[in-house]
């Protein structure tokens, strides 16, 4: 069973920046695709970034293309998204995702993801 521990979040202001990483524990992982999403109150869970872990294909959701940067590291087992000029509206709990898919999309839905972590909040004040 595979463990997910994300950590990073926090409060910061408009403007500012947070790195989030997810380490992940349990088995190996070979070429299926791990992100992230995210999920404010009253809204429904919205794709952030994936990242093939063979070959390193990414995607990002539009609002967060130019911004946002998804990488891994393989002999961590550790997917990080460092983000910049964070907004109010990037406010949400971020949940990292694994067991994507093996094949690369420019966006994915939760759905296509099979193993989840708790999650950590991410605030942006303006």
């Known amino acids: 069973q595979v463990q997910l521990v994300e950590s990073g979040g926090g409060l910061v202001q408009a403007g500012g920046s947070l790195r989030l990483s997810c380490a992940a524990s349990?088995?190996?992982?070979?070429?299926?695709?791990m992100g992230w999403f995210r999920q404010a109150p009253g809204k429904e869970r919205e794709f952030v970034a994936a990242i093939r872990w063979s070959g390193g294909n990414t995607s990002y959701g539009d609002s967060v293309k130019g911004r946002f940067t998804i990488s891994r590291d393989n002999a961590k087992n550790t997917v990080y998204l460092p983000m910049n000029s964070l907004k109010p509206e990037d406010t949400a709990f971020y949940y990292c995702?694994?067991?994507?898919?093996?094949?690369?999309?420019?966006?994915?839905?939760?759905?296509?993801?099979?193993?989840w972590g708790q999650g950590t909040q991410v605030t942006v004040s303006s």
């Open positions: 349990g088995r190996t992982f070979s070429s299926y695709a």
């Open positions: 995702a694994v067991d994507g898919p093996a094949y690369y999309s420019d966006s994915y839905y939760p759905d296509d993801f099979g193993s």
